[in-house]
């Protein structure tokens, strides 16, 4: 079956750095575009990140835009975020979310919130 697994997460300061990966399995990795997504408690899930198909073209949350950034590798299966300038609004549980799409060009918006898999989630805690 298809898993995701997320990776990485863990508690930081303000300003620091963190790499989140998301491991795919069970699934033809290169036909999906993938997507970060976040939750913090008490709040709706949010938009973070996504990538197309191939992982030459990204979209961003403009709280995240500049600090962030997503890739794609299809030759290892991984979506990564790589996270700096981390402030404490940034901290939530972080997910990564794949969804099936026949066009190479096409990267999920931030309205979108429907996705064909997702992984169990990694707690990021920004915090002096």
């Known amino acids: 079956q298809v898993q995701l697994t997320e990776s990485g997460g863990g508690l930081v300061q303000p300003g620091a750095s963190l790499k989140l990966s998301c491991a795919a399995s069970g699934l033809t990795f290169r036909n999906y575009v993938m997507a970060w997504l976040r939750q913090a408690p008490g709040k709706e899930r949010e938009f973070v990140a996504s990538?197309?198909?191939?992982?030459?073209?990204?979209n961003y949350a403009d709280s995240v835009k500049g600090r962030f950034t997503i890739s794609k590798d299809n030759t290892r299966n991984t979506v990564s975020l790589q996270m700096n300038g981390l402030r404490p609004d940034d901290t939530a549980v972080y997910y990564c979310?794949?969804?099936?799409?026949?066009?190479?060009?096409?990267?999920?918006?931030?309205?979108?919130?429907?996705?064909?898999?997702w992984g169990q989630g990694t707690q990021v805690t920004v915090s002096s």
């Open positions: 979310a794949a969804a099936f799409s026949v066009r190479s060009n096409y990267i999920p918006s931030a309205e979108r919130v429907s996705y064909d898999y």
């Open positions: 990538v197309n198909r191939r992982g030459n073209m990204s």
